[in-house]
Every structure is written in structure tokens, then in C-alpha cells.
């Protein structure tokens, strides 16, 4: 079974460029995450998706980040413009939301998008 | 907000001893605790988890254990091996949100 794929890998962008990070979770699961992770810090939710549904964004800083999940399965994560601080890994994570408790809370990660802000 | 910390930040053992990390957390709500390992250039993985109303949980060479009067949970990996070499992160959540510790790099020396 394939895990979640993130592309790309790396991106080294100027301050002030846009960039975008692409997810596309494990089949069949419909909750979808980004989380930031800081150099030596553990991950920081960005934002939720039930389905195509943003239901946490909270923590999302909505000036210059951007997201949408359209169709309920891909996603796309987007920073316009990129800032200096920006500079982190951007995870996605996806989980299966169903009847079964104890599995709707496992995570499962993709390896990110390392994003350098020069 | 939940609020979790993570103790040691470093740990470096010979290999086929034990490790152990230590996590506290703030909101006495929070009824799921998993554990992910990072592999340098990967995302973290999930290597297990305890709910609250279990005190213990094993899997093989690892496992966790929670106090939930005094808010902590440690992760113990017995008999450790080089593979074991990663960064540790413990989490909290009640729901789905997940609050993760700073993280704990371990060092297996052979």
C-alpha cells in the first residue's frame, strides 16, 4: 500500500516568490493534515480537511498561506509570498475517519517538503 | 491549548541497553498518547500509542506507560539496536488534535 506522497522533496525559493507543496494522502483515508515543523521542534497543525472541508484552520496564518483539497483527496498547500520564517519542513498527514475510534487518531505521514526561503 | 514537553532532548546509549523518554502534558482532557519516530529526511512514524484508560501498553522492544494523575507518559525501548537511531517525538491529543513534544534524538552507540 502506498503511503503519503509529497512533492516535492525540496524547494529553494527567494523571499517574496510563491510556492506550492502537493500531498496526496493513503487511499480511502478522507481526513487530511498539514503540519509545519520547524528545525528541532516537533510538528504544528496548520490545518484539517474532512473530505474536501477545511474544518480546523486555525492555525493557519491566512495573509499569505493558502490551502484547498477540491475533489475530497489531493491537496495542495500554498505560500504567497514566502517570507524568511517560512523556511521549515511542511508535512501532510492523512487518517482514516470512520466508526472505529482508535483508528481515526493514528497519523500517517508523508516524508514533506524541506522549503529554504533565501 | 494543550501544552506537551519532552525530556531528554538528547539520549545516547550503548546498544543493548535501554532508553527512556519522558512527557508531560497540561490538559488533563487529552485521552490519546502516540509515539513517532523520525528518520533523518522522512516523515514521522508511528510507532505506538496508549490511550487513557490503559496504564501499559507493549509492542516487542518498546513500550509506554501513562500516569494520568501526574499527566506523564514515558516511552522505554529495551535491548536497543543501531536502527534505533532516530528522533522520538511523544504527542497529546483529545479529539484529533495532536500536540507534539520537542523531540528526543537518541544515539545507539555500537
Known amino acids: 500500500e502506498a503511503g503519503v506522497v509529497q512533492s516535492p522533496r525540496y524547494k529553494i525559493i527567494e523571499k517574496k516568490q510563491p510556492v506550492a507543496f502537493w500531498c496526496n494522502p493513503i487511499?480511502?483515508?478522507?481526513?487530511l493534515y498539514w503540519y509545519r515543523q520547524n528545525l528541532g521542534q516537533g510538528p504544528e497543525l496548520l490545518i484539517r480537511?474532512?473530505?474536501?472541508?477545511?474544518?480546523?484552520d486555525s492555525q493557519l496564518p491566512k495573509d499569505r498561506f493558502s490551502a484547498e483539497r477540491l475533489k475530497g483527496v489531493d491537496s495542495t498547500l500554498k505560500i504567497q509570498p514566502a517570507e524568511l520564517g517560512d523556511s521549515a519542513v511542511y508535512l501532510c498527514?492523512?487518517?482514516?475517519?470512520?466508526?472505529?475510534?482508535?483508528?481515526?487518531?493514528?497519523?500517517?505521514f508523508g516524508s514533506g517538503t524541506q522549503l529554504s526561503v533565501l | 491549548g494543550e501544552n506537551v514537553e519532552q525530556h531528554p532532548s538528547t539520549l545516547s546509549v550503548q546498544e543493548g541497553d535501554s532508553a527512556v523518554i519522558k512527557c508531560t502534558y497540561s490538559d488533563s482532557a487529552s485521552n490519546y498518547f502516540p509515539w513517532y519516530k523520525q528518520e533523518l529526511g522522512k516523515g514521522p512514524q508511528l510507532i505506538i500509542d496508549i490511550r487513557s484508560n490503559v496504564g501499559e501498553k507493549k509492542d516487542q522492544r518498546i513500550a509506554v506507560t501513562l500516569n494520568k494523575t501526574a499527566k506523564h507518559f514515558s516511552l522505554h525501548i529495551t535491548e536497543t539496536q543501531p536502527e534505533d537511531s532516530a528522533v522520538y517525538f511523544c504527542?497529546?491529543?483529545?479529539?484529533?488534535?495532536?500536540?507534539f513534544g520537542a523531540g528526543t534524538t537518541v544515539t545507539v552507540r555500537a
Open positions: 487511499s480511502g483515508h478522507n481526513t
Open positions: 498527514a492523512s487518517s482514516f475517519s470512520g466508526t472505529a475510534r482508535a483508528e481515526n487518531e493514528k497519523l500517517f
Open positions: 480537511y474532512e473530505n474536501e472541508e477545511a474544518v480546523d
Open positions: 504527542a497529546a491529543s483529545r479529539g484529533y488534535k495532536l500536540s
